[in-house]
């Protein structure tokens, strides 16, 4: 059962708007325009962006609305540290208490990456991946931890990397690897196999730009 609010719902697709670049950088979110394509009044969507504005998603504006908050490079190397570091503690989380139907939830949302990658939809593949990692997260219980994940995710490059010509095949790759190590139970695997995803795309990044 779902227990968000419905702000926590509007602000949770509004970050994987953000991260999938259906929100590019950079750009302007008028709260009556997304209450209208959600089909909610104003007030959840205001409140939600007081959300996104307090994890630096976005920057509030006033009355003129949001704008998505600019990837910052001089950031990203202290990120992906913290990244390995928490999203590994999240992974131990979820080994112990994944369930069967959890399996079959994240298997499910690893196909629909692949599906993506191999039809050339990125945006698409950036929005499900956004949900693959959200949804094993989730499992883990550790409210605050995935609280300060999603601050870390408002500042990563993941339009850049994902943008990476052969990024999104490796990453399918990386996801069946984490995965076969929660089934089998394999805490060390799994949370080893997590950083050198994170890591992974960190390096593509590091070498398209050179």
Not at 79 to 93: C, H
Not at 101 to 128: C, H, S, V, Y
Not at 146 to 166: S, T
């Amino acid at each position: 059962m779902d227990h968000r609010t419905k702000e926590e719902k509007v602000a949770d697709l509004l970050r994987e708007g953000i991260i999938s670049g259906k929100y590019p950088r950079g750009s302007r979110l008028k709260q009556a325009e997304i209450a209208q394509q959600m089909s909610l009044s104003i007030t959840p969507v205001r409140e939600a962006l007081k959300l996104l504005a307090a994890e630096g998603y976005v920057t509030g504006e006033s009355h003129r609305g949001s704008r998505v908050v600019p990837f910052d490079p001089e950031a990203s190397s202290e990120i992906l540290s913290l990244r390995m570091t928490l999203e590994a503690q999240l992974v131990r989380g979820a080994m112990e208490k994944v369930t069967s139907d959890d399996i079959a939830e994240l298997r499910t949302l690893a196909n629909e990456f692949e599906a993506a990658i191999k039809a050339g939809d990125r945006g698409a593949a950036r929005g499900i991946n956004y949900r693959l990692h959200r949804r094993m997260y989730d499992i883990a219980n550790l409210p605050q931890t995935l609280h300060f994940v999603q601050i870390l995710w408002a500042r990563y490059p993941f339009d850049l990397i994902n943008a990476i010509d052969g990024r999104g095949q490796e990453a399918v790759e990386e996801h069946t690897e984490i995965l076969a190590a929660l089934i089998e139970g394999d805490l060390s695997s799994a949370m080893l196999s997590m950083r050198k995803h994170i890591e992974s795309g960190w390096r593509a990044l590091n070498a398209g730009v050179q």
